[in-house]
């Protein structure tokens, strides 16, 4: 007996050794794909599509005519590199491109990165701004980040985003009641593998081998869940559309649009700084300054939906109200600092409505190749008309100078 106890420790640490060590060694052999950074919170890690400064471009470039700054609607999720808008629009105006671009950066970030684009000796910066977390996204950096204290005007306030709100897109994106054994697992695993390496490595690997044995969904059968669970439930709107479906998360996203919210409120007002101060410097440095604004999907398809027959979101009013303020105010400022600006919101519209389907299905906001594809074209359509009517202008003013 003493010696079956000996040697089940034995063969138990054994096994807890190997772990740990082959836990350390993918630690090494594997970076994160995201580097801690103390100015802009973190960067990507040098590897793949991402360049030795840490953004999504083939290579790093020493000089570009046009530098586009921005979040991960811009870094493109859901999309190869040659698929993010921006690489689409680079080669529509065929010119020399380089993209500075990372998921959860906002104004912050893009005051800084503005300065750092300046040393590719661009002709014109553009910064695209995304209106469903941006000015969130600007106070947490400038209340919470010393570097960045100068732009905070209120200090750090009370975390407003509860724990209800964070199980309802839980719910919303896994398609499981909160209080079901489904997600109680769920949460244990993502836990373990938050901390683990090795459970993440082996989970992924053997996805398909678990899908053939029925040990875990395929991801239609995931999106069909999700879906009905949607379909039954208040805190989403299934959305049908084009033989396609996506969900709408009003609920969830209202705190982050609306200037009701003090960090929200708060994060405007580090939005005005920061841009004012960029559109400052690309004056005096004669550097074209154009910022790009993509909205939420849900203001997307709420639009489609009043233009469309057969369709019903009335369920989104109440967001939409906020949405549309915080998009008067963007615009109001714009047009009082002299800040050139597009809004993409239209030609989105336009495209659900010739028959295009621009986001995936489920929760995820962000658009798929089809959407980064209209907005590429749609900031491309800008630019041009824009040209045209400057032409226009100058001819028009060199025949009355003539007569």
């Not at 919303?172 to 949460?187: A, C, E, R």
Request: net charge negative; proline share 2%.
């Amino acid at each position: 007996m003493k010696n079956f106890l000996k040697n089940s420790i034995l063969v138990l640490v054994s096994i807890i050794f190997s772990l740990v060590l082959a836990e350390l060694v993918i630690r090494w052999m594997e970076p994160e794909k995201t580097v801690g950074n103390d100015i802009l919170a973190y960067i990507g890690t040098p590897g793949g599509d991402i360049d030795e400064r840490g953004f999504r471009n083939n290579e790093a470039l020493e000089q570009a005519s046009i530098v586009v700054i921005g979040d991960s609607q811009t870094y493109g999720n859901n999309a190869s590199l040659e698929e993010a808008w921006p690489q689409v629009y680079a080669g529509l105006v065929e010119e020399k491109m380089y993209q500075m671009a990372y998921g959860g950066y906002g104004p912050i970030q893009y005051r800084y990165l503005f300065d750092k684009a300046q040393e590719l000796e661009p002709k014109k910066i553009i910064v695209a701004m995304y209106l469903g977390n941006d000015f969130y996204d600007a106070y947490n950096m400038a209340c919470n980040k010393d570097y960045w204290k100068n732009y905070c005007g209120v200090g750090e306030l009370e975390n407003n985003v509860s724990q209800e709100s964070k199980n309802v897109r839980m719910m919303i994106l896994y398609g499981y009641d909160d209080d079901s054994i489904q997600m109680k697992i769920l949460k244990l695993r993502q836990l373990i593998r938050k901390h683990s390496r090795l459970y993440g490595l082996l989970g992924n690997a053997s996805r398909s081998l678990r899908e053939k044995l029925g040990l875990a969904q395929k991801k239609e059968e995931v999106a069909n869940r999700v879906n009905d669970w949607a379909e039954n439930n208040d805190e989403a709107i299934l959305f049908k559309y084009n033989d396609s479906s996506t969900i709408l998360s009003p609920e969830y996203r209202l705190g982050a649009v609306s200037l009701d919210d003090p960090k929200t409120a708060e994060g405007f007002e580090v939005f005005k700084k920061t841009f004012a101060e960029m559109n400052d410097l690309a004056t005096e440095k004669n550097i074209e300054f154009e910022v790009v604004i993509i909205p939420t999907k849900e203001i997307i398809y709420y639009n489609y939906s009043k233009q469309t027959e057969g369709t019903d979101l009335s369920g989104l009013d109440a967001y939409i109200l906020k949405e549309e303020e915080l998009l008067r105010n963007v615009e109001g400022f714009f047009d009082e600092d002299g800040i050139e600006y597009h809004l993409v919101l239209s030609d989105m519209v336009k495209a659900l409505e010739d028959g295009g389907v621009l986001y995936n299905k489920g929760i995820d906001g962000h658009p798929n190749s089809a959407g980064y594809e209209v907005i590429a074209q749609s900031v491309y359509n800008f630019e041009q008309t824009k040209n045209i009517e400057t032409e226009t202008a100058t001819t028009s003013l060199e025949k009355i100078l003539e007569e």
